[in-house]
């Protein structure tokens, strides 16, 4: 991977960190499928009518507002609303690095090299780490929440990956149209009717901004950026930055939100920076092969116009 393609994953970890700060801040004001909801109808809207289709068919599209919109988020959401601390929620979720190596390799035969393996593993360990010693910081519900939400990123990866989009932007935008609809009818069903409609029709200065920084900032920018280059590279060689996301999220829920952070969290945080130096190191072998002809293709995306 090129070494400004390197940077661009650790932004995305860097955006995405700061993101559990915002849900958290936004779920002081809506309730958790309708925050998710008006986050998708932000990232849809307007730039549906700007972009162009995807070229991706559309079992892929909607597949993917479905998994990572009503699935991953829905459930992240509720993670949080239900107790999960935004640092430890960055922490966990990021059980989805070792989610998409695995599903890359069984299902499209993507082979990860040793060093890929043991990278992600190290850093599953220091995440596992937290997992047991979590503070208080999480409950149950929360906890599963969280992990039923890094599996449904794994396999969200495995679709932007299996369809073939060469505008990963496009997708991403067309796909933003699939999970309002059902989020806001779930959100009915838990919430109930009335506390849907008080909650759009009263939303905050603080919501506002909430939902403008996960759909704008997380989805468009982030997601843009990480779907492009899951599209040029293999899920094994993106898929592992994701473990940096725990130390912006920590940093950021420490600094924002005054959660404590203890020598359990800056253990784990050491151990997953350690799989990640694994995982972006490139062995001599490595070096002298020549990328694979999925890695050389450039797929159509213009994050400064678009963001």
């Given at each position: 991977m090129k070494a400004s393609h390197r940077l661009?994953?650790?932004?995305?970890?860097?955006?995405?960190?700061?993101?559990?700060?915002?849900?958290?801040?936004?779920?002081?004001?809506?309730?958790?499928?309708?925050?998710?909801?008006?986050?998708?109808?932000?990232?849809?809207?307007?730039?549906?009518?700007?972009?162009?289709?995807?070229?991706?068919?559309?079992?892929?599209?909607?597949?993917?507002?479905?998994?990572?919109?009503?699935?991953?988020?829905?459930?992240?959401f509720t993670a949080l609303a239900a107790g999960m601390s935004a640092g430890l929620a960055s922490l966990v979720l990021q059980?989805?690095?070792?989610?998409?190596?695995?599903?890359?390799?069984?299902?499209?035969?993507?082979?990860?090299?040793?060093?890929?393996?043991?990278?992600?593993?190290?850093?599953?360990?220091?995440?596992?780490?937290?997992?047991?010693?979590?503070?208080?910081?999480?409950?149950?519900?929360?906890?599963?929440?969280?992990?039923?939400?890094?599996?449904?990123w794994a396999v969200a990866n495995l679709v932007m990956r299996a369809s073939g989009e060469t505008r990963p932007l496009s997708l991403l935008v067309w796909s933003s149209l699939v999970p309002p609809l059902p989020l806001l009818g779930l959100a009915g069903v838990v919430d109930g009717t009335h506390a849907v409609l008080d909650a759009i029709t009263?939303?905050?200065?603080?919501?506002?901004?909430?939902?403008?920084?996960?759909?704008?900032?997380?989805?468009?920018?982030g997601f843009g950026i990480w779907n492009r280059l899951i599209a040029r590279y293999s899920i094994a060689r993106v898929a592992p930055f994701s473990l940096l996301v725990p130390v912006f999220g920590l940093s950021a829920a420490w600094l924002l939100l005054g959660e404590p952070v203890g020598p359990t969290e800056l253990a784990a945080g050491a151990t997953i920076l350690a799989g990640l130096a694994l995982v972006v190191r490139r062995s001599t072998a490595d070096r002298g092969n020549a990328p694979a002809a999925s890695e050389g293709r450039e797929p159509e995306y213009a994050p400064a116009a678009t963001a």
């Open positions: 661009l994953a650790v932004l995305v970890a860097a955006i995405w960190g700061v993101n559990f700060v915002a849900i958290e801040m936004g779920l002081r004001d809506l309730p958790p499928l309708v925050l998710t909801a008006l986050r998708f109808v932000a990232a849809a809207l307007p730039l549906v009518f700007l972009v162009p289709r995807p070229t991706a068919r559309l079992r892929y599209v909607v597949a993917y507002g479905l998994v990572l919109g009503v699935l991953k988020f829905g459930a992240l059980a989805q690095a070792l989610m998409s190596v695995l599903l890359a390799a069984t299902v499209l035969g993507e082979r990860p090299t040793r060093a890929q393996v043991a990278g992600v593993l190290v850093g599953s360990v220091g995440i596992g780490v937290l997992a047991i010693d979590s503070g208080g910081h999480a409950t149950v519900i929360g906890f599963v929440l969280t992990l039923f939400a890094a599996a449904s009263g939303l905050s200065w603080r919501g506002l901004l909430a939902v403008a920084y996960v759909a704008y900032v997380s989805t468009l920018v």
